[in-house]
């Protein structure tokens, strides 16, 4: 019934025209809503689309989400009135329109919702009159031609029918014959299966006057009172609020007087440039069989999920974690491609979803070179991941014509999967059933999801038994929880301790003195604190209040035991959000515990520990602070040398987040853990490299950081302050609390860094004395995990990098010497490798220094046997080999960086003696410059010959005089040697190589068949 209008009647609305007597645009009808609002209301800006405090959705879609902590009652709104535009997602959850975007006119899968909300101010009747007001005399809708819905009550929820709305409606001049009454399904609001909820009243537009079909909703006017449980019941709120909905396409069609949302001015501006870019077709808005080809549900489908994937990689989602947006994206991708021709689309119509939302939503332009690289990688990774699979898969069903039903070849591991179902079947010609186990292995080893092992079974005529593999999962899943938890043997912690201690009413342990600790000019200290014994385990055994002196008596046996200390309030940190739990001492009496490991489990901390023997370790006491019988009173501190050292590393972790991200394009943290004496970081690089010039920038950014010793700052925000905070950063997929959200900022005039974390972190940057990065591990394209530390020894560690570079210093001139012997610089250059290997082995060298002092040694090793053996025709004819195989392309560029004697020695002459492909050579010393290249007779052509290729060096480096070493010129030319330092000749080297890389991409392309080459330099 209430789905869209099918005509439009162009007297309807009133004030459609702005003055000039052209229709208004969908940026002045969003700003016309907010500033009637605003007059009485404040603005609170679009939350971003990512949910991160409601795993039950994947992003945020509603205005409603951002306040939900509000309606909850966990904290006071920013404001009692407030009025906003929000964006929202709608692929997943209760409310999934992503099958239906493209095949009619009106779904979206991101879509804006205008909104206004009171959290305990005004009630129905002032929210009705606001709503009612805005359309029939600000934006002038005839009123005739709107409807209104009010709750029918339901028997199943226990809610009566909301008359008091009902009789709002006729007090406001609506008509009874056009005031609806409706059920549960249309007229009760509810964001997921729980939360707040509540009855609502609905606006909607007519066709034309008195006829109550085709009926389309405006808005969504909800009086959140309740909260839906897990378990299914509704209670009361203690405050009633009101939420309201305006879906901003749906309003913006209506007065701009267009049949469909894609006919406004937030689509066709989409539409032309598909059209112009792809030489399309224009969009006609057909549907059903007049859309021919599926050509303008293409045009819809492509539009609506540029939007949708625009916004949210904006905002900081990514394909990594969040399979929903890969599918939409992939999905625009193969639009672009299948449809229309052109892989870029996607690309390009992200420039126009900016210009079109930037007003309202400033990130989308200042976040589009990251979202255009990642569109970018993930363009790359999806079309090589199509072209490999779609072989494979086409070889499998080439032998098994049955799998050809299986049309989703590119699920990752179908095709290792089904492998192992047809070995599993050829062990036992007799199996009739998929087994529950055997489908676990499917889904657990390869990856596939219930859906597509269900197919595997049909296609091999096998019966799938859901419920046993429903049961192995469920098994896994109760093993894996109790894994987390840190149970591990310890059943009874589990099964009897917790429940235990709750029956007992034992609370909670407070853990907020992990930040208790002042920093005295550079001394942390980390003050000891007095707490109560509230429970023992002993050997499996839980012992509260009168057994526990029983139990401290007998030191035999606490001394062969492993015993869990609970206690009401502790200094410890436990192993949460990437950093490493505390050790230390607790002290009972004269018992002395050596705490090495502490546990949270259902909010108790186990401090888990061995008796100490030794007297010299104890720590006297005054016995009447520690009397167990009376306050069961204990002494507890932390080993402070070794939280230093964590709070050290877990500090660096931000800066080198905040420092990778000025770098790089973008990066995405994936995970990180911090130690005692380093941190380890890992991140997505979207296919970037990290180059030693760029670890460099990023260690000497975090180092006058930590130079300009300015604070660390920690605040504590709840979820609707915390969602204001400009350039805040947080961990993809992780879901925050509603209150007590810890931020921590750091701000200095090279780096800032600001993250929701809930670890311990230095109070000044200047407690990390150093920074040095000492291991970067690459992920193939995808990720790197980069390892580091902080503190003095780091200041140690460079030096010793820099003696290793002297060391290599002086055997590189001894090589230049004349008569230098080569087998004892083999011996010394054998030896420093040794020592490099075993300082990176042990992480006592930087990265960079053991990457540039390898480099430069296995150099020299290699000139050293070229030296030996006297052999430089053949070095030479092997490195244009190598480059030739490396690129598999029909020409070769090369830049040797040479010395003095090998420059002389080389024999560019013998170029042609080579190869029977071009070649262009470049050779560099600390002095000198020379350039050869050679083009076989084949190729010559006036189009392309080597006088031709060589014409950017000679200009560059202003070589007027050549010398051509061949009876024909254009076959071999050169550059003969030119004087010029180094520091002058490498920035015209990298031009220059440019400049023949550019002639390469075209020339030789179009005499070897449009190649797109790529240079070794």
Same mark, same amino acid.
């Given at each position: 019934?209430f789905?869209r ?6 007297n ?15 940026n002045t ?5 907010l500033d009637?609002f605003?007059k009485?209301h &404040?603005?609170v800006?679009? &939350? &971003?689309?990512?949910? $991160?405090?409601d795993p ?9 989400n ?15 009135? $407030? ?30 919702m ?16 606001y ?32 008359l008091?709305c009902?009789d709002i409606?006729?007090?406001l ?13 249309e ?12 009855v ?5 537009i007519s066709e ?6 085709n009926?389309?909703?405006l808005w969504?006017i909800v009086?959140?009172?309740?909260e839906?449980?897990?378990d ?9 609020h009101v ?11 209506i ?10 001015d ?10 112009k ?7 006609n ?14 045009y819809r ?11 949210a ?16 994206l ?7 491609n ?17 210009d ?9 332009h200042?976040n ?18 199509r ?10 069903v ?9 049309t ?22 007799k ?12 889904y657990? &080893?390869h ?19 859901v419920?046993d593999?429903?049961e ?13 938890e840190?149970?591990m ?6 099964e ?6 709750r ?8 853990d907020s ?8 000019e ?10 109560k014994?509230l ?17 401290l008596?007998k ?11 609970i ?19 607790i ?5 002395l ?16 520990g061995?008796?100490i ?12 602070d520690l ?10 501190w932390?080993?402070?040398r ?14 080198l987040?905040a ?18 004496d380093k941190?380890s970081?890992e ?24 130079e300009?010793?300015?604070i660390?700052?920690k605040?504590?925000?709840?979820m ?7 350039d805040l ?9 509603m ?19 809930c ?6 940057t200047s ?12 992920h193939?394209q995808?990720s790197?995990t $980069? ?6 020894y780091m ?7 820099e003696?290793?570079r002297?060391?290599?210093?002086k ?18 250059i054998?030896c ?5 290997l ?6 006592i ?15 020299l ?6 030296? $030996?053996?006297?052999?430089?025709r053949n070095?030479?004819?092997n ?14 560029i ?12 080389l024999?560019?002459?013998?170029l042609d ?12 010393t ?17 189009l392309f ?6 014409e ?8 007027q005089q050549y ?6 010129k254009?076959l ?5 040697p030119?004087n ?5 000749s ?9 400049e ?11 005499i070897?068949?449009?190649i ?6």
């Amino acid at each position: 019934m209430f789905r869209r209008l099918d005509l439009v009647n162009k007297n309807i609305i009133l004030r459609l025209y702005n003055t000039d007597g052209k229709l208004k645009s969908a940026n002045t009808i969003r700003k016309e809503f907010l500033d009637y609002f605003l007059k009485d209301h &404040s603005f609170v800006r679009s &939350s &971003s689309i990512l949910n $991160i405090n409601d795993p039950s959705t994947p992003f945020v879609n509603a205005g409603m989400n951002q306040f939900k902590g509000v309606f909850l009652g966990l904290y006071d709104p920013p404001f009692s009135r $407030i009025a906003n535009s929000q964006k929202c997602i709608r692929i997943g959850g209760k409310h999934n329109d992503l099958d239906e975007v493209g095949l009619d006119t009106y779904h979206h899968t991101f879509f804006e919702m205008l909104g206004n909300w009171s959290f305990g101010d005004y009630s129905k009747e002032e929210a009705c009159k606001y709503a009612w007001n805005l359309l029939t005399q600000v934006y002038g809708i005839n009123k005739d031609l709107l409807y209104v819905t009010y709750f029918a009550g339901d028997e199943k929820l226990g809610l009566k029918p909301d008359l008091e709305c009902k009789d709002i409606w006729l007090c406001l001049g609506v008509p009874e014959n056009r005031i609806l009454k409706l059920g549960a399904k249309e007229n009760f609001w509810e964001m997921s299966s729980t939360g707040p909820c509540g009855v609502c009243t609905e606006i909607h537009i007519s066709e034309a006057v008195n006829k109550p079909v085709n009926l389309m909703e405006l808005w969504n006017i909800v009086f959140i009172q309740y909260e839906r449980l897990n378990d299914g019941q509704i209670i009361s709120l203690p405050k009633q609020h009101v939420d309201t909905g305006m879906g901003f396409e749906r309003l913006v069609a209506i007065l701009q007087e267009k049949k469909s949302n894609y006919d406004t001015d937030l689509f066709v501006p989409l539409f032309k440039t598909i059209e112009k870019f792809a030489k399309a077709p224009a969009y006609n808005g057909n549907e059903g069989i007049k859309n021919k080809n599926k050509l303008d549900t293409s045009y819809r489908i492509l539009a609506d999920h540029a939007r949708m994937v625009t916004v949210a990689l904006a905002d900081g989602a990514l394909p990594d974690n969040n399979p929903k947006l890969r599918k939409v994206l992939r999905k625009a991708l193969d639009i672009s491609n299948e449809i229309f021709k052109k892989d870029t689309l996607l690309h390009e119509l992200t420039f126009h979803v900016a210009d079109s939302l930037g007003e309202a939503y400033p990130e989308l332009h200042k976040n589009i070179k990251q979202m255009q690289h990642i569109i970018a990688y993930e363009a790359d990774s999806y079309y090589s991941l199509r072209n490999i699979s779609f072989v494979k898969w086409k070889k499998i069903v080439k032998t098994h014509q049955k799998l050809s039903v299986l049309t989703d070849y590119l699920t990752p591991g179908l095709i290792a999967g089904y492998k192992d179902l047809k070995n599993f079947l050829a062990s036992d010609n007799k199996i009739s059933t998929l087994t529950g186990e055997f489908a676990f292995r499917l889904y657990d &080893s390869h990856g596939l999801n219930v859906k597509t092992i269900a197919k595997l079974a049909e296609v091999e005529s096998l019966k799938f038994d859901v419920n046993d593999f429903e049961e192995q999962l469920n098994k896994v899943k109760a093993r894996s929880k109790a894994k987390t938890e840190g149970i591990m043997n310890m059943k009874s912690i589990t099964e009897l301790s917790i429940d235990l201690l709750r029956k007992l009413n034992i609370p909670i342990t407070d853990d907020s003195l992990k930040y208790n600790y002042k920093l005295n000019e550079k001394e942390y200290s980390f003050p000891s604190i007095r707490s109560k014994l509230l429970g023992l385990i002993i050997n499996g055994n839980l012992k509260t209040s009168s057994e526990m002196n029983d139990c401290l008596l007998k030191k035999e046996e606490l001394t062969e035991s492993e015993v869990y200390i609970i206690l009401d309030k502790t200094p410890f940190y436990v192993n949460e959000g990437g950093q490493a739990f505390d050790k230390g001492f607790i002290q009972i009496n004269s018992l002395l515990f050596d705490i090495y490991e502490v546990r949270k489990i259902c909010g108790f901390i186990f401090h888990i520990g061995h008796l100490i023997n030794n007297d010299s370790r104890r720590i006297s006491l005054n016995e009447s602070d520690l009397n167990i019988k009376n306050e069961e009173v204990c002494q507890v501190w932390i080993n402070s040398r070794r939280r230093l050292g964590i709070m050290r590393n877990h500090t660096a972790t931000h800066l080198l987040n905040a420092a990778l991200r000025k770098v790089l394009p973008i990066i995405e943290q994936r995970g990180s853990y911090v130690e005692k004496d380093k941190l380890s970081f890992e991140c997505s690089v979207f296919g970037q490299k990290l180059t030693n010039e760029r670890v460099t920038e990023i260690e000497d950014l975090i180092n006058k950081c930590i130079e300009s010793n300015v604070i660390v700052e920690k605040k504590i925000f709840n979820m609707s302050e915390m969602i204001m905070e400009d350039d805040l950063r947080l961990l993809p997929g992780e879901m925050y609390p509603m209150t007590g959200i810890k931020i921590t900022t750091i701000d200095s005039p090279d780096l800032k860094s600001k993250e929701a974390c809930c670890g311990t972190h230095v109070l000044r940057t200047s407690s990390l004395e150093h920074f040095c990065i000492l291991n970067v591990k690459s992920h193939g394209q995808k990720s790197v995990t $980069i390892e580091a530390a902080t503190g003095p020894y780091m200041r140690h560690i460079r030096s010793l990098g820099e003696r290793l570079r002297e060391n290599i210093i002086k055997l590189q001139k001894e090589f230049v010497r004349k008569n230098a012997n080569m087998n004892q610089i083999t011996d010394s250059i054998n030896c420093l490798q040794r020592n490099l290997l075993e300082r990176r082995d042990k992480r006592i060298i930087s990265f960079v220094d053991y990457r540039e002092c390898q480099d430069k040694l296995s150099e020299l090793a290699r000139k050293v046997m070229i030296r $030996i053996k006297g052999n430089y025709r053949n070095y030479l004819a092997n490195e244009i080999k190598k480059a030739q195989k490396s690129t598999n392309l029909p020409f070769v560029i090369l830049h040797l960086k040479l010395d003095e004697y090998d420059f002389n020695e080389l024999p560019l002459s013998k170029l042609d003696k080579m190869t029977n492909i071009p070649v262009l050579v470049i050779l560099s010393t600390n002095t000198q410059v020379t350039a050869r290249c050679m083009v076989p007779k084949e190729i010559n052509s006036e189009l392309f010959n080597a006088k031709i290729w060589m014409e950017p060096i000679l200009k560059l480096f202003d070589g007027q005089q050549y010398f051509p070493t061949h009876k024909n010129k254009n076959l071999i030319f050169g550059m003969p040697p030119q004087n010029m330092s180094q520091r002058k000749s490498e920035p015209i080297i990298e031009k220059a190589l440019d400049e023949v890389d550019n002639i390469g991409q075209w020339k030789i392309s179009q005499i070897a068949g449009n190649i797109n080459p790529v240079f070794i330099k």
